[in-house]
């Protein structure tokens, strides 16, 4: 393909939000990419928030982290999981982040008295984000439009998406509309009406779709298929079945079986007849699909009733698992319900992992606490992810090194040992929004430790989002009694990554290694926790059969 213009591909979705558009999207990033294209993708948000990072993990799961320190919606997880690139804070749009900038160029007077409205300023705004997010010139852009069609707040975007295929020029630009076949099974039929409704609704503001991808239960039949093509002006061919699936990262292998990345280069007028390579991924689904093994393991949190709250934890511990065989089987503790030591001894009783991710207030913090102890004292492998880390200090200086009453100020301002504290650069923020340490930080790892072997690197950068750090008075007392500090800063002033010896794996980060893992590239620390895990498992199923050869990890 020429490097002439940047394709635009847009996708919008119907009839009920939690489409997986977002996963269409990445499955067609990866189909593009492995055809060789330069990809990226976009999520534009239409709620008022600036960013999802003020909001409860309750309301929007995750917040996942760029390098550049941006907090995002976590379909940025998805795709960079996805098309394996990184991406940033000009990927994820919010409407809010939209109207921050209109009404701030508005304050300053650039408008020279004019007046401000949706079209053409917010559109006009909506559409700069796009072409910001295309400057590299890749081959595609693909930006997904959250929510679902007939939403009032999305509208604006709507409209911009509309003009901008005006704006890219004849051939540069198509929409994908994802939408819900329901199964009535008292009817035993999957029913298009709904997806001709939704359609109906773009079509009456401007935009028709050049492509349907049908989530659905069970096969579209040929009829359901003709009538979706019908009612709605899209070839029949490019009406694309997309069924559920046993595991995400089948998708972008079924709807390449589905012709959809042929469909989207024929509209955009692009002569390629290759195959994607998807040989290394469809591997992977092989070993997801199949494994030899099971493993199971905790996640102890306060939000576990929402599992996309952990989605970057979840999808790295199957990333570890695919890559040694074994299925990761998560048990969700709740922390808030052990504050008793008793309990957590009986709730951890059979499982060969644990991870304990970050988090922020007091709730459920002292079963965190308890938690880490009983990983330390049984010798279960843990892997504490930034609140997890602050969890496992703080155990570590009660329990370790006598230090009473140990805490974190975010818990307990007047704490007698504050052995996590607020970094100084926190000390004066009062602004919630965007202003933690953000973003990718270099971290030295020092020699001889748990981290040096899992990385096998000297330097390595990984993603922050914190406002709190082990404090440094108590550092010596805490080394001294056999903590280890096996990554800190370049300056050696913030403790990044602590250890202990004498464990099978006890290893927790400052960071959040879960946003970089990758099912192409599983993340060191999560292969450490589940090799750890696995080997518990072998040595357990040993002592169980009662074989004499008991080795000891
Ligand atoms: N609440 C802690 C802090 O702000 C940990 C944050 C996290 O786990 N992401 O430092």
Same mark, same amino acid.
């Given at each position: ?132 997010? %295309? ?50 099974? %008292? ?112 996640? %102890? ?95 570590? %200086? ?156």
């Amino acid at each position: 393909m020429s490097k002439k213009s940047t394709k635009y591909i847009f996708i919008t979705g119907g009839v009920v939000s939690s489409l997986g558009k977002g996963i269409v999207g990445a499955s067609l990033g990866k189909l593009l990419r492995t055809r060789g294209y330069s990809v990226t993708i976009q999520k534009f948000d239409p709620y008022i928030n600036v960013d999802p990072g003020t909001m409860s993990p309750f309301q929007h799961g995750e917040v996942f982290v760029t390098d550049d320190g941006a907090e995002t919606d976590l379909d940025l997880g998805h795709y960079e999981r996805f098309i394996n690139t990184n991406l940033a804070r000009v990927n994820n749009v919010t409407a809010g982040s939209v109207y921050l900038s209109v009404i701030n160029r508005e304050r300053r007077g650039d408008y020279l008295g004019g007046t401000v409205q949706t079209i053409p300023h917010i559109t006009d705004e909506i559409k700069n984000r796009l072409k910001e997010a %295309a400057k590299d010139k890749p081959d595609f852009l693909i930006a997904e439009v959250g929510g679902t069609v007939g939403d009032i707040e999305g509208l604006p975007f709507l409209e911009a998406i509309r003009q901008f295929k005006i704006d890219a020029g004849f051939g540069n630009v198509i929409f994908i509309h994802v939408t819900l076949l329901p199964y009535l099974s %008292a009817a035993g039929e999957l029913k298009t009406k709904p997806s001709q409704h939704s359609v109906n609704t773009l079509r009456s503001i401007g935009i028709q779709p050049d492509i349907l991808v049908c989530r659905a239960s069970k096969s579209i039949p040929k009829t359901e298929r003709d009538k979706l093509a019908l009612f709605t002006n899209v070839p029949k061919e490019a009406v694309i079945e997309c069924k559920d699936l046993q595991t995400i990262y089948e998708v972008p292998i079924a709807l390449e079986k589905q012709r959809l990345a042929q469909e989207v280069l024929k509209r955009l007028n692009i002569q390629d007849d290759s195959e994607p390579d998807l040989e290394h991924w469809k591997d992977i689904v092989a070993r997801v699909k199949n494994p030899e093994t099971t493993v199971k393991i905790a996640i %102890a949190g306060k939000y576990t009733k929402l599992s996309d709250a952990y989605i970057s934890v979840v999808e790295s511990l199957k990333h570890a698992g695919a890559a040694l065989g074994t299925k990761i089987e998560i048990k969700w503790v709740p922390s808030d319900d052990y504050v008793d030591y008793e309990n957590v001894q009986e709730a951890l009783s059979d499982v060969s992992g644990i991870v304990v991710p970050g988090g922020f207030g007091i709730r459920g913090i002292e079963g965190k606490i308890n938690i880490a102890r009983c990983a330390r004292e049984n010798n279960i492998p843990f892997l504490g992810l930034c609140l997890g880390l602050q969890c496992a200090v703080i155990e570590f %200086a009660r329990n370790v090194a006598g230090l009473q009453g140990a805490n974190s100020s975010e818990f307990e301002p007047e704490a007698p040992h504050p052995v996590v504290d607020l970094m100084s650069e926190q000390e004066n923020v009062t602004d919630m929004g965007g202003t933690m340490r953000l973003g990718s930080y270099e971290c030295h790892l020092q020699q001889g430790t748990i981290a040096k072997k899992q990385y096998n690197l000297d330097v390595i950068h990984e993603r922050h989002r914190h406002r709190y750090e082990v404090n440094n008075n108590y550092r010596g007392l805490l080394q001294e009694k056999g903590l280890i500090l096996s990554g800190l800063s370049p300056d050696q002033k913030l403790v990044e990554i602590i250890e202990l010896s004498e464990h099978k794996y006890f290893v927790a980060s400052q960071f959040h290694p879960e946003f970089k893992s990758r099912p192409e590239n599983p993340h060191p620390l999560f292969m450490g926790l589940v090799e750890a895990a696995l080997n518990g498992e072998v040595n357990a199923n040993r002592r169980r059969q009662g074989s004499s050869a008991e080795v000891s990890v």
